[in-house]
């Protein structure tokens, strides 16, 4: 069911509609090097087969989890031959090229820069993180986000009434409700929608008229176990940072939601914990200095009793955390002191703070004109800093 044209293409209209520069390229068949950065099913590699099936160039296409630098190596040699006798260009497409390291990545990097070939590339991580600065400046990264529920539906009931590649052979009748609901279910994936539909068309056993029709119950059967959570993805980062967010803004609602969207992925309880404890002392610091109890309280809790039953042990630390006065005093102190420790000298302790416990110290006047705190009701008049930094404050 993988669309050959853009008419056949649902969704991304913001890259992809008329109009639109990426458009406007393909159908010229002048694309520059690109990369498609997006979550799975989201249409990468289906606009790059669209643009295969468009270009007069040369397309060649493999992924970088099964193909290396020797692989390139022939397909470099190839293209300068095309582009040498035939003047024909030859477009790459590298699929999950954040697979590739490096090494990888720069023995591409002069064939990109020089237009031996048209790179495309298709990657699910962050292109900041994953494709190197020198290839990175000389692509333009288009971004696709999850589809809509409206494109999904779309790309369901297209499936449905296809005859050839689709299951329109099945004579499967599902409801707008039922497309709908499991276009939600899907998280934006086509991929995963798809596969869902087939299965559950396919293990549904037809009425005697021989129709087929769906329910809820076998949608969602078919798509348990569909996808997995990535915990070293994007995704898993912009969760915990939604949470820390929220809490931050005292919004208890959206701080249970986002906890509960790691959990039921799969998320590891510890780590939402540990990051919890961090955050009572970053965010709410000395404003309750009872928040760092009960977040470290809560991770005690969740290592003794396990999951699923600490679930609720963890919503009750995020709501406490989102329902504390917040100060973030301690935490842009430190900064401060960590940029003074960073960027001055080491300097030496100065000698009234220092213990005396040899004869050798004394007579270095280590612990000379000390003021022992208690003997001043703690009024002393002192200096605790080193000479450069005296006076400096850190705290409010």
Request: net charge neutral; charged share 25%; hydrophobic share 40%.
């Amino acid at each position: 069911m993988r669309p050959t044209t853009l008419g056949q293409f649902f969704g991304q209209n913001e890259v992809i509609g008329p109009g639109k520069m990426l458009r406007q390229l393909i159908e010229k068949d002048d694309i520059p090097s690109i990369i498609f950065w997006g979550p799975p099913g989201s249409g990468k590699t289906t606009l790059a087969r669209i643009i295969a099936s468009l270009t007069n160039a040369d397309f060649i296409s493999f992924s970088a989890v099964s193909a290396g630098v020797k692989d390139l190596k022939e397909i470099i040699i190839a293209a300068k031959d095309k582009r040498q006798f035939n003047n024909k260009k030859t477009i790459l497409f590298i699929d999950e090229i954040h697979r590739w390291n490096k090494s990888q990545q720069d023995a591409l990097l002069p064939y990109v820069e020089n237009g031996i070939v048209t790179l495309i590339g298709a990657t699910t991580e962050n292109p900041s993180f994953e494709i190197n600065s020198a290839l990175l400046s000389r692509t333009r990264v288009f971004v696709l986000n999850q589809l809509k529920e409206e494109d999904l539906v779309n790309i369901l009931r297209r499936a449905i009434g296809d005859q050839e590649a689709g299951l329109g052979v099945y004579k499967a009748e599902v409801s707008d409700e039922i497309l709908k609901y499991l276009a939600k279910l899907s998280n934006g994936d086509a991929r995963v929608s798809l596969n869902a539909l087939e299965f559950a068309v396919k293990a549904t056993k037809p009425q005697e008229s021989g129709i087929i029709e769906l329910d809820a119950k076998i949608i969602k059967e078919a798509l348990q176990k569909s996808h997995l959570y990535d915990k070293t993805g994007e995704q898993h980062y912009n969760i915990i940072s939604a949470l820390h967010k929220s809490l931050r803004g005292s919004d208890a609602d959206a701080a249970l939601y986002w906890l509960a969207r790691m959990l039921e992925a799969g998320e590891d309880p510890l780590y939402i914990a540990r990051r919890l404890v961090r955050f009572a002392s970053e965010d709410v610091g000395l404003a309750n200095s009872r928040a760092l109890e009960q977040a470290v309280a809560g991770y005690q809790a969740v290592h003794f009793i396990g999951r699923p039953e600490c679930n609720v042990i963890l919503a009750q630390v995020v709501v406490y955390l989102a329902k504390c006065k917040k100060s973030n005093d301690l935490y842009t102190a430190y900064l401060k002191v960590q940029q003074d420790v960073k960027n001055t000298m080491d300097e030496p302790v100065p000698l009234h703070l220092r213990n005396a416990p040899t004869k050798l110290m004394k007579d270095l006047n280590y612990g000379q004109d000390y003021k022992y705190s208690p003997d001043f009701n703690y009024q002393e008049e002192q200096d605790y800093l080193p000479e450069s930094l005296k006076g400096r404050k850190y705290f409010k």
